[in-house]
């Protein structure tokens, strides 16, 4: 990993190299002419530039069934969490259908990072869509086990049951997910009444949680009334049952032909039947004009425990006028804590565009109501050009929103005693611990810090971090002398009584070792125990200036104080009077530790 700097006003960058593989699907027309870009997003909301995918392994990147892979140099943002893909539609075949994409940051090689999309990327295909927001499944290599799945499909015994269509299936696990898998055995299959069997190879998802199951609508038939469908876990000898009994169909039911499933049953516990739940809607269209919307709307929930599909929002009122508010209540599974929710429509009728204020749903079992701020349009016409959006929530109504605890962090730096060890730079530092991170935090405690063989000491007060597992210590590479030679940190975290060290004993400089200006420490030792409490003690300091001529100053004057047992920092003798004339006297009363 390389550091970069930029301004003064944003110290640093950490760069990486990303490799990304890119799997075009294998449908007609799939690949694309256009020039496609990709901008990956971190968990702690960092994100990269739009990244131009070029330079691949192929001569011709995007064709039809191709894998390209690209290696491309960026921000470092930490965990991923999503990625946005795009093309310009440019070229003589613009549209795009993209199977998937795997990410690799390559400062960590073992955790790669899945998107499945099996969607077109396309003006005339599909929902007309040319960039997709596509989830990160994050996996790692060292967990990874190959499996075996059994997959049993129960075509329901309707008329018109069957489909010709191709049919995909995606395992979901608490571990990982799989990409859309086609299940095929080269028999005639997906007859109505009939029972197909198909045995999948792939890494171990963990326990099932849930699957989507679909079809690509195409053959003379495609329409598919789906009954159930049995997963057996060969490695873990664990039986699921995913109920469906609807239609995957253009003309059938809510026409949609993918659906998630979620287990019934397993054979290894009692019946257990997925919770339902009613979920209240409330829609408050914004009072702009043209702001309301002719279109249909959907809303998907997202949770920890499960996520619905697309639910259109109709109670056969005239919805989504501007300035009204409008009120719904779906049922569906579960999902458990709402993280975000996905809000777009189709873009269809006279006056699609929309401008969406807010949403708040209320979990019915759960006495829960959550607010999802929006105030932006979804509109091609405006805005973005954006029709759907992730909304993540504001508050509940239930709580007061909690503050965000504060603590204290003392630090004390130890430059090493070197020539030339010390730096005339600002130095910065950013704490990363279990629960959270600090942004960079510049170390100044207005005296002339990091000289060589010195400890400085600050204070910094910010949200809590949890238990420290590393920092980053960087400086901005300015001054006349720059060049650091960083021996070591110690850290105390206030609140929990607790000390950390920080060991370096490394340069931070352009011109010694590695060139680097900014590295990351893991701690060493921590006392692990409660910090005993530091002695304090008050010092009556009584200063007598010369009676000389000029024997006075109007400089500010510092003490340091030594003893057996500890040393004061540099610490300013001021008493608010007119000090240090000739001829007088001066007292100060200071409090410090124990020396």
């Known amino acids: 990993m390389t550091y970069r700097l930029q301004s003064n006003h944003l110290i640093y960058y950490l760069v990486t190299s990303y490799e990304i593989i890119v799997y075009t699907g294998d449908k007609t027309r799939a ?24 330079n691949s392994n192929n001569k011709d990147p995007f064709e039809r069934n191709q894998t390209d892979k690209f290696s491309v140099k960026s921000d470092y943002i930490g965990e991923l969490i999503k990625l946005r893909i795009e093309h310009d539609n440019s070229g003589l075949s613009p549209g795009w259908f993209l199977d998937r994409i795997v990410v690799t940051d390559l400062h960590d090689p073992k955790t790669k990072y899945v998107a499945t999309c099996n969607q077109w990327l396309a003006k005339d295909e ?9 989830m990160l499944n994050k996996q790692i290599s060292g967990t990874k086990q190959n499996n075996q799945y059994k997959i049993t499909v129960y075509t329901g015994n309707k008329s018109g049951a069957g489909t010709d269509a191709d049919v995909f299936i995606t395992l979901y ?22 029972k197909d069997e198909f045995t999948v190879e792939c890494p171990t998802v963990g326990v099932l949680n849930k699957i989507l199951i679909a079809h690509n609508n195409k053959g003379s038939a495609p329409g598919w009334f789906l009954d159930r469908i049995l997963i057996e876990d060969v490695n873990a000898h664990h039986l699921y049952e995913f109920p469906c009994n609807r239609w995957l169909a253009k003309n059938e039911d809510d026409k949609q032909i993918s659906r998630l499933l979620f287990p019934k049953t397993s054979n290894d516990y009692g019946k257990q ?10 829609v408050y269209t914004g009072n702009k004009s043209g702001a309301g919307t002719d279109a249909d ?53 006279f006056a699609p565009g929309w401008f969406l204020d807010r949403i708040l749903i209320e979990d019915v079992n759960a006495h829960h109501v959550y607010e999802f701020p929006c105030n ?75 000289e060589a063989g010195k400890k400085d000491e600050f204070i910094i007060e910010c949200p809590t971090v949890g238990i420290l597992n590393k920092i980053l210590i960087a400086h901005n590479n300015e001054g006349l002398a720059p060049g650091w030679f960083l021996d070591r940190i110690l850290i105390e975290d206030v609140n929990a009584h607790h000390m950390y060290e920080f060991p370096c004993n ?18 060493k030792t921590s006392t692990g125990h409660e910090k005993p409490p530091v002695r304090k003690n008050q010092y009556k300091i009584t200063v007598y200036t010369g009676n000389k001529s000029g024997a006075g100053t109007d400089a500010d004057v510092f003490i340091t104080l030594y003893g057996n047992l500890a040393e004061t920092d540099p610490i300013q003798l001021d008493n608010k009077s007119n000090n240090f004339e000739a001829g007088k006297k001066d007292e100060f009363t200071i409090e410090c530790p124990a020396v």
């Open 273 to 282: 039947l997925v919770r339902k739940n009613q979920y209240k809607i409330t």
């Open 31 to 54: 690949g694309t002419n256009s020039q496609v870009y990709i901008t990956l997003f971190g968990k702690d909301g960092k994100r990269t530039e739009k990244i131009h995918l070029k």
């Open 173 to 194: 696990g608490n571990l990982r997910e799989t990409g859309g898998i086609r299940l095929e055995n080269n028999k005639n299959m997906f007859e109505a009444g009939q």
């Open 126 to 134: 599909g929902d007309k869509q040319i960039s997709r927001e596509l």
């Open 376 to 450: 932006r349009w979804l509109a091609k016409n405006e805005d973005d050009k954006q029709i759907a959006r992730f909304l993540f929530p504001k508050t509940s109504n239930d709580y007061e929103k909690s503050p965000v605890r504060k603590n204290q962090y003392k630090i004390t730096v130890y430059t090493g005693n070197k020539s030339g060890a010390g730096t005339d730079a600002d130095v910065f530092i950013t704490l990363y611990g279990n629960l959270a991170q600090t942004d960079a935090i510049q170390l100044d405690n207005k005296n002339n810090n990091f």
């Open 297 to 349: 709307v959907f809303i998907t929930l997202y949770g920890n425990l499960a996520e619905t599909d697309a639910i259109q929002l109709d109670n056969k009122s005239n919805n989504f006028e501007a300035g009204k508010k409008d009120e719904f209540t779906i049922e569906c599974p579960a999902v458990g804590v709402l993280n975000k929710i996905l809000i777009a429509h189709n873009n269809e009728g």
């Open 506 to 523: 490394r340069w931070l400089a352009k011109n010694e070792d590695d060139k680097q200006i900014a590295r990351l420490l893991f701690p």
